[in-house]
């Protein structure tokens, strides 16, 4: 059930963040070195900076993320469960290869959860092989299972070949693909509390430190530290350049950003991954918001009120505000309003009666449609004669001037009578006519 549970709010998260990423013009100038970036607000759930997001990347050991996925929905029990550690399990790693020290421990047992750490803190290729080796039964059969868990999560351009990301040419993935297997990450137990964390040292173990230098202000002498940032995991490989995937919450307003492909070099040893994370989420937290673009106090609409005494007008406003995730100084001009409401309405109308509506858009971004709602009770005070005589003014004037004129007629008609009859009773005067 908690499985099912999670998978349906991740179907929430993918169908509340449809939005069109082009639909606004977020107005990002500043240069990126990384290769591939995907910034995305996760409050607004709106894309807000893309560069190359659908290019084919090596993901290096942000792919440790699905690795973590695939774990977590396999094991019930982070603390309970506990996994003996075999030499075959580890055997053809790097010598330079990260890892969490399990090569030390061969034949002790040490718990899922002290291996995730290991997995997320330091990079440890160890703790992917061994998680990858007990869950899968053999790594083959884990990376079937991360492949198909990619495809599950409509990632299109992602394949997986191992479960720590050691270089592969067919191992790849893209910055929007791998956004979306961290934002259905974060939604597991354990996750952000695990790939947040700076240091931790498992029992029996040295202690591990996170390589995400934007968590811990006291790393590199603080280069890189971000005080919003949560998690995620870093990457790195000399074909794949500096990767980073990380989210961040400033006051509940949060993002998640990945970056590929940032070139390094060990002489010039600066993290451009980490670099171009923080100078966009400076950017976003600096001009991007949720604006208020009408409000139930503003009055869109007059509408004048029919069987009042003295007429009356009332202010049509929104029933709820109407908002969108803009840019702080976005361009007013750009919004298209359209108000739908009558020239007039019957009283009485009670507060809140609706009147209308008004839709309205920015650019190519739909913001809504709103009721339009009275803003006061208007009572009715003319009776129905007079209501009747206001609303038929001209047809009562015509009826009038039509009725004067018949009473005029008949009046002429009936002299007209009259005086006939009285000519025909005359005496005649004797006169004789000739033929």
Known sequence: MKRVSVIALFVIMVCLSVFPASAVDYMFDAETVSKSVYLESLSAKTVVYEKDADRRSYPASTTKIMTYIITAENVSDFDQTAVTIRQDAIEGLDPESTVMGLSSHIGEQVSVRDLLYGLMLPSGNDAALVLADYVGGSIPEFVSKMNAKAAELGCTNTHFVNPHGLFDSEHYTTARDMAQIAKYAMTLPGFMEICNTVYYTPDGFDTLHNTNYMLDEYAEDGAYYYPYTRGIKTGYLDEAGKCLVTSSDKEGDQYICVCLGADYSFSENINYAMKDTAKLYDWAYENLGVQTIYSPSD???????????????????????????????????????????????????????????????????????????????????????????????????ISAVSLLLLIIFLIVLIRIKSVRKRRGKRPSNGRRYRD
């Open 299 to 397: 009055s869109l609409a007059s509408v004048d009120v029919k069987y009042v005494r003295e007429g009356k007008t009332l202010s049509a406003v929104p029933e709820k505000e109407i908002t969108a995730f803009l840019p702080k100084q976005y361009d007013k001009n750009r919004l298209d309003t359209r108000i739908s409401c009558p020239d007039q309405v019957e009283a009485p109308v009670k507060k809140g009666d609706v009147l209308g509506t008004v839709s309205v858009r920015y650019e190519d971004l739909e913001l809504g449609t709103v009721n339009l709602v009275a803003t006061e009770d208007v009572e009715r005070n003319v009776s129905h004669l007079r209501a009747f005589v206001q609303e038929h003014t001209k047809l009562t004037v």
